[in-house]
């Protein structure tokens, strides 16, 4: 296990990963897209069909701004990961941390939304 260990940190050092800003970049990317199902050409025509912008609130994506893969988790339930049929868009941070939340809770927001406590206090001291 040892042996293995100085073995991959060699290569790693070899390959610049650790040293090279832009090689790590690089390797970082394609990592990612790999763990979403996705190659470069596929990110980059999602990229374009949404217009360099996040699919659900649709302001462009500045230079160097983090994007995020956004994928069905009733599909793939692991959140780092997905099998590339599911994937949803490509979505900006607030976006991306605002749909998480409101999947998580749809069932509670519905709710309340259909029958909200403010309501009832309203209907009530109208017809009083």
């Known amino acids: 296990m040892q042996r293995a260990r100085e073995r991959n940190a060699t290569r790693a050092l070899i390959h610049g990963k ?29 990229l374009e069909a949404q217009q360099h912008a996040c699919a659900m609130c649709h302001k462009p994506f500045a230079d160097g701004q983090p994007v995020f893969v956004d994928h069905d988790h009733a599909c793939c339930p692991d959140e780092k ?5 599911c994937t949803r868009g490509l979505l900006d941070l607030s976006c991306n941390t605002a749909l998480g939340h409101i999947e998580r809770r749809y069932e509670l927001a519905r709710a309340y939304l259909d029958n909200p406590p403010g309501r009832l206090v309203m209907r009530a001291r109208h017809a009083a």
């Open 81 to 85: 990961s997905s099998c590339g049929e």
């Open 18 to 46: 650790r040293e090279n800003p832009v090689v790590k970049r690089r390797y970082m990317r394609v990592y990612r897209l790999a763990r979403y199902g996705l190659t470069q050409e596929l990110y980059d025509r999602l």
